[in-house]
């Protein structure tokens, strides 16, 4: 299990009718053989998260990922962020672009034990996860979160969620502290109302963002960010709310879920400032944003800084 605490095997069984990893091997040398032409030699490992599962595979072309879910209702959105993938592949981001399939898609829908599964092949990075007490490699990640953004912004969101999850209106935080601020240390509870005074409008056009960019999705190999990963989440947001939703949760990784301290983020956003700059709008909403989203993610740590 990637962070649940069950069994993995019955969740194997239960979400998706495999009985062990031997029936999930089989029905993967298939899936890739019908769907991809290509011969797996060993599944070696596969992880579970939710409705989702993720294979690594030997294979006539290398070590690959393959990467699927049950979730029927999500399947267009699937779809739609692993053409994304493959466009910043070819862009040149340090991302996994998809393998596509014999007839050229991207992603396909299989038949499983227990239904229809969305299928994706990526090849394998390599790299460490990011080490936030590694400055550089911080200051790298948060000029990769920029040039991501400058890609993306030319990317097709059609078929992707709006009003990014990582987004917030000043009157959604004014609602949010009404409802929660009796947690709140008042001097808190006050400077967040006082940044939220006469806090300008955002002049940039809203954009696909990432939504979850954060240490567990980023591998690093000499200081340099060489892979990002997981673009499940991505939806139209801005990119300050996406710089800072990622500048609070840098540190997590899977079941380690800690602050980020304060110097990391401004390393972060020192990194993301020398590929794009924040507008002056912008440099407002940091503020607000950072100080809302760690009070929501990690109040006590966030309310004592």
């Not at 990582?166 to 935080?173: E, K, R, V």
């Amino acid at each position: 299990m990637l962070w649940e605490t069950v069994e993995a095997q019955d969740a194997l069984r239960d979400r998706f009718g495999f009985d062990d990893l031997d029936a999930v091997a089989q029905w993967l040398i298939a899936t890739l053989r019908d769907g991809w032409a290509i011969t797996a030699v060993e599944v070696r490992r596969v992880v579970l998260s939710d409705q989702n599962a993720i294979a690594w595979a030997s294979t006539d072309r290398g070590a690959l990922v393959v990467k699927w879910s049950r979730a029927e209702a999500l399947f267009p959105v699937l779809e739609a962020t692993t053409v994304v993938l493959g466009t910043l592949g070819t862009r040149g981001l340090p991302v996994a672009a998809p393998l596509p399939a014999v007839g050229g898609r991207v992603r396909l829908v299989r038949t499983g034990p227990r239904g229809p599964l969305s299928v994706a092949v990526l090849p394998e990075l390599s790299g460490d996860w990011l080490d936030i007490t590694d400055e550089s490699a911080v200051r790298d990640a948060g000029a990769c979160l920029a040039r991501l953004h400058e890609a993306l912004a030319d990317c097709s969101g059609d078929r992707l969620p709006r009003g990014a999850r990582t987004s917030a209106s000043p009157t959604d935080i004014r609602h949010w502290v009404t409802a929660e601020g009796h947690r709140l240390p008042d001097d808190v509870a006050r400077r967040l109302d006082e940044l939220l005074t006469d806090l300008p409008e955002l002049d940039d056009r809203p954009q696909l963002v990432h939504q979850d960019y954060r240490a567990a999705n980023l591998l690093v190999r000499d200081g340099r960010v060489v892979g990002v990963l997981d673009f499940d989440e991505l939806g139209i947001g801005r990119r300050v709310h996406d710089l800072a939703h990622a500048s609070v949760y840098l540190a997590t990784r899977f079941t380690d879920w800690g602050p980020t301290p304060a110097s990391i983020q401004q390393q972060l956003r020192t990194g993301y400032e020398s590929v794009r700059p924040l507008g002056k709008a912008e440099r407002h909403w940091w503020d607000v944003l950072v100080l809302w989203q760690g009070l929501r993610a990690f109040p006590s740590a966030t309310a004592g800084r």
